[in-house]
């Protein structure tokens, strides 16, 4: 399963906390195809990443481009898309991954790993006792939460020059009662908080992460000082 992160060269400096806690929360993670979609190449990468750079930003407050475009219009699978600043903070459901992957090749339009779906108005999936459905009317069903998506339905919202909130808020209309399957399981399968709010980083989720992983993060200047951000 291709597995993306997408990124822009402002928010660049959160890619290593997450290549950190992909690898220690999210079992087997170097056996699938990672890749870091960017702009600006960062110096530093693991050796189970694989970079494809969009070229030049055009805006640093764009995140859907010509070059986002340009690189899912060829995608014929579908994918998890994760934004850099959602770092998973315990262990990924990885069975459930598998389950939900296997329903968006099958029929599901976009499958959310979050507990998004479990908070709105939904329904039991089909006969599955552990997957829900989200209803046609409900706002964001175009969120970008940590996702499994069918590449024809992500295609549908990518608009030139939208940053990531304009993306779900301007697609929210046309997301609903489009009659498009979106599932998700009961219970949270990507635990993950925003680490990046108004464009700083964000401190209030830090303590939902193991301890121990913490004190290497900050040994590692992965985590920036309250007093500088």
Request: contains cysteine; aromatic residues 12%.
């Amino acid at each position: 399963m291709k597995v993306i992160i997408s990124t822009s060269n402002d928010n660049l400096m959160y890619c290593p906390a997450m290549f950190f806690l992909m690898e220690n929360n999210w079992d087997g993670i170097k056996d699938e195809d990672v890749i870091l979609l960017c702009y600006d190449v960062p110096t530093e990468v693991p050796d189970w990443v694989r970079v494809e750079s969009m070229g030049t930003q055009p805006s640093s407050k764009a995140w859907s481009t010509n070059g986002l475009i340009r690189y899912f219009a060829d995608l014929s699978e579908p994918f998890c898309l994760i934004l850099e600043d959602c770092w998973p903070m315990h262990k990924v459901d990885t069975k459930s991954v598998d389950i939900l992957y296997r329903e968006v090749e099958k029929t599901a339009a976009k499958a959310d790993l979050s507990d998004f779906i479990s908070t709105r108005n939904h329904t039991q999936y089909e006969s599955y006792e552990d997957i829900i459905l989200l209803d046609q009317s409900e706002n964001y069903r175009n969120c970008l939460q940590p996702s499994i998506w069918s590449p024809d339905y992500f295609r549908q919202f990518l608009v030139e020059g939208q940053t990531a909130w304009e993306f779900e808020t301007k697609g929210m209309e046309k997301a609903r009662n489009d009659g498009k399957i979106i599932i998700s399981m009961r219970h949270e399968v990507f635990a993950h908080g925003n680490f990046c709010l108004r464009g700083k980083f964000h401190h209030l989720f830090l303590p939902h992460i193991d301890q121990e992983l913490i004190y290497e993060m900050a040994e590692m200047g992965m985590i920036p000082d309250k007093e500088d951000v």
